[in-house]
């Protein structure tokens, strides 16, 4: 079973500008949830999907926004782009339903860097 | 709110060794999940033990164990036989029901030939 896909792995994006990453969770689970991970902050919590709605939102700033599409399939969007949103991006996905294991299954990241 | 707390900001071993990697964590709650997970420098995070809270048992997966103190609200985390493969940033986190993934700061481990 292939794992958590992440596009693209690295980018580079200048200030002002918007971003766009993608995330293919693994097949058959229906939530997924989006991390900051910085050197200074750690991992933070963006938010979180599940069946095209959002169910969790963390503390970021309305220029961070998601969506989930109908094959579970999430984006995430950055607009305006400030020097601190460089960081790795992490997706993951979990199996939620009537048997749920509670661990959530990560995908590789993508390296945001912000000039 | 929940907190979860690693102290140990960096831990070396010795290839063959054991070594243990402590965390705790602050809730409230009585069910609930906790997890370790490693992140390689390749960085792709990976699920390395969970723990349910309602089981007293404490998980272990191979060369991987924890102590699960629920009282103490501690969960460490025990590395046997270490192999230069386990290098890489180790964090601790938690979960109530269906809400986020709380993160430790993480603790770097060093394995040593």
């Known amino acids: 079973k292939a794992g958590v896909t992440q596009t693209p792995r690295y980018l580079i994006k200048t200030r002002g500008q918007q971003v766009t990453l993608s995330c293919s969770p693994i097949?058959?689970?229906?939530?997924v949830s989006w991390y900051q991970q910085t050197p200074g902050q750690g991992l933070q919590f963006l938010f979180e999907?599940?069946?095209?709605?959002?169910?969790n939102k963390g503390n970021f700033p309305g220029r961070f926004s998601g969506r989930q599409f109908s094959n579970s399939r999430s984006e995430m969007n950055v607009s305006t782009l400030e020097l601190g949103d460089s960081a790795l991006y992490l997706c993951?996905?979990?199996?939620?339903?009537?048997?749920?294991?509670?661990?959530?299954?990560f995908g590789e990241g993508s390296r945001l860097t912000v000039l | 709110a929940q907190t979860v707390t690693q102290s140990q900001p960096e831990m070396s071993v010795q290839e063959a060794e054991t070594v243990t990697l402590s965390c705790t964590y602050d809730?409230?709650?009585?069910?609930?999940?906790l997890f370790w997970y490693k992140q390689p420098p390749s960085r792709q995070m990976i699920l390395v033990i969970r723990?349910?809270?309602?089981?007293?048992q404490n998980a272990t997966e191979n060369r991987f164990s924890v102590n699960f103190q629920k009282a103490a609200k501690s969960f460490s985390l025990k590395i046997s036989d270490s192999q230069l493969g386990d290098a890489a940033m180790y964090f601790c986190?938690?979960?109530?029901?269906?809400?986020?993934?709380?993160f430790g700061t993480g603790t770097r481990l060093q394995v040593f030939p």
């Open positions: 993951a996905s979990s199996l939620e339903g009537t048997a749920p294991t509670g661990e959530l299954f």
């Open positions: 097949s058959g689970h229906r939530s």
């Open positions: 999907y599940f069946s095209e709605t959002q169910r």
């Open positions: 809730t409230s709650e009585s069910d609930y999940y």
């Open positions: 723990q349910e809270a309602y089981k007293q």
């Open positions: 986190a938690y979960r109530f029901n269906t809400d986020k993934l709380i």
